[in-house]
DNA sequence: CGGAGCGTTGAGACTTTTCAACTTCCGTGG
DNA sequence: CCACGGAAGTTGAAAAGTCTCAACGCTCCG
């Protein structure tokens, strides 16, 4: 059975056999671009691998103020275990394919399978790790070092060459700095004239002198 | 043997007779406030479970930016599992107990007792979705929203009736939230002025308004 | 052609930081 | 007992940074 996440995700730590009763459980699915695979206060009642493509995890103020708090990439574990309600929101940035679960029933089939357990914890704690790297990125650094260091990540993680498209718009690049889509625009306009990156349309970044981004980058 | 993390910690897992094993591995240690368990980027070969205090996890710029990524109160793991190098400086804020462990010796334990990296894995994701309620915070809210909403939450956690006893200085809270020392100290000075709060002394504070102070923390 | 969505640009308002001075609190030593 | 010194907290004024509001340009598509 042909499935391109069966290296990376959870699945992994699967045999073949034990592997047969996850399919038993999972079905795939396939996301387009904005589509909404969990909403923040619904029931947590999906998990799920992500097979190809990015998502965003969304959270929302009362206000209605949003602020992305995580992109997930292909072999990355989707959705909340152990609550009953969703706490955030999560939506495809572009087109994706996932292994999807129902959480009642992968939550016991996780607990029958000896080291599935530890794999998520690893990748959690990774996540974890992460989440904090960001936060230190969204209290202490200005709008030129938080835009430089996003367009080094996303060229690290999907770029091809010197270049990268970026899976989102400025909007969603702006809920994920935590600055707005003004801001964003400026900055980019501004690494732009500095030479520094070229915008050749659409969501296409070339970058022109990385080690210039990673200095201001910080 | 007395262990008031018994019922909380990773230990909650263990079987008697498993603990024991587990004691054998472990051992208590008294941090004073200010003591450091852990620096970024020494060889990360402890980890423990907070039994008393409180510890924050610090994160630094490599131009000497800093932001507190976490807190950890009775209960709480520390350290990181599965990585060769701290990324995270972990640092007492009050005097505070631990069960100390070797990674090395905690590793293997783990997979040898089942559930415990169930109950490591459900605690890291608590502990990832709080982080990202804070990176909500630190990117979308203003300085009164930081500063009420950390109050109430200090309280909630540490509270004693209407009042709480802040387990760090203005600095730290500053850290926290991702604001000055002075802006902290203004905030503070301005609920303060407006009724919500009393400041008694020292760190003392005490929450005259709770519903206006959550009214302001959005 | 017209409209919608997205991105860019500008100007002014607002918030927070920075820099600096001053106060308070405490423990120490004269 | 009181003076001193340091650490922590407060306050003020100016500077810097970001946001808000508004206008405009571009591209895609009906």
């Given at each position: 059975?042909?499935?391109?996440?069966?290296e990376?995700?959870?699945?992994?730590?699967?045999?073949?056999?034990?592997?047969?009763?996850?399919?038993?459980?999972?079905?795939?699915?396939?996301?387009?671009?904005?589509q909404?695979?969990?909403w923040?206060?619904?029931?947590s009642?999906?998990?799920?691998?992500?097979?190809?493509?990015?998502?965003?995890?969304?959270?929302?103020?009362?206000?209605?103020?949003?602020?992305?708090?995580?992109l997930?990439f292909?072999?990355?574990?989707?959705?909340?275990?152990?609550?009953?309600?969703?706490s955030?929101?999560?939506?495809?940035?572009?087109?994706?394919?996932?292994?999807?679960?129902?959480?009642r029933?992968?939550?016991?089939?996780?607990?029958?399978?000896?080291g599935?357990?530890?794999?998520?914890?690893r990748?959690?704690?990774?996540?974890?790790?992460?989440?904090?790297?960001?936060?230190?990125?969204?209290?202490?650094?200005?709008?030129?070092?938080?835009?430089a260091?996003?367009?080094?990540d996303?060229?690290?993680?999907?770029?091809?060459?010197?270049?990268?498209?970026?899976?989102?718009?400025?909007?969603?690049?702006?809920?994920?700095?935590?600055?707005?889509?003004?801001?964003?625009?400026?900055?980019m306009?501004?690494?732009?004239?500095?030479?520094?990156?070229?915008?050749?349309?659409?969501r296409?970044?070339r970058?022109l002198?990385?080690?210039?981004?990673?200095?201001?980058?910080?």
């Amino acid at each position: 059975m042909a499935c391109a996440a069966r290296e990376v995700a959870v699945c992994a730590s699967f045999t073949d056999g034990a592997l047969s009763a996850l399919h038993a459980i999972g079905r795939r699915r396939t996301l387009h671009a904005g589509q909404v695979l969990i909403w923040a206060g619904d029931p947590s009642s999906v998990c799920a691998n992500l097979v190809s493509g990015v998502l965003k995890v969304v959270r929302e103020d009362l206000d209605g103020r949003t602020q992305i708090v995580g992109l997930l990439f292909p072999g990355d574990f989707v959705g909340e275990l152990f609550v009953e309600q969703a706490s955030e929101t999560v939506i495809a940035l572009v087109d994706a394919d996932l292994c999807l679960y129902s959480r009642r029933a992968l939550e016991p089939a996780l607990t029958a399978q000896p080291g599935a357990e530890a794999l998520l914890l690893r990748q959690a704690m990774g996540t974890l790790t992460e989440a904090r790297r960001w936060m230190l990125m969204l209290g202490r650094r200005h709008a030129p070092e938080k835009v430089a260091a996003f367009l080094l990540d996303m060229h690290r993680r999907l770029g091809t060459g010197d270049q990268v498209e970026l899976p989102m718009g400025r909007g969603a690049v702006g809920e994920i700095l935590g600055l707005t889509i003004e801001t964003v625009s400026r900055q980019m306009t501004a690494l732009k004239s500095a030479g520094l990156i070229a915008l050749p349309g659409g969501r296409q970044v070339r970058l022109l002198d990385p080690a210039g981004l990673a200095r201001i980058a910080g």
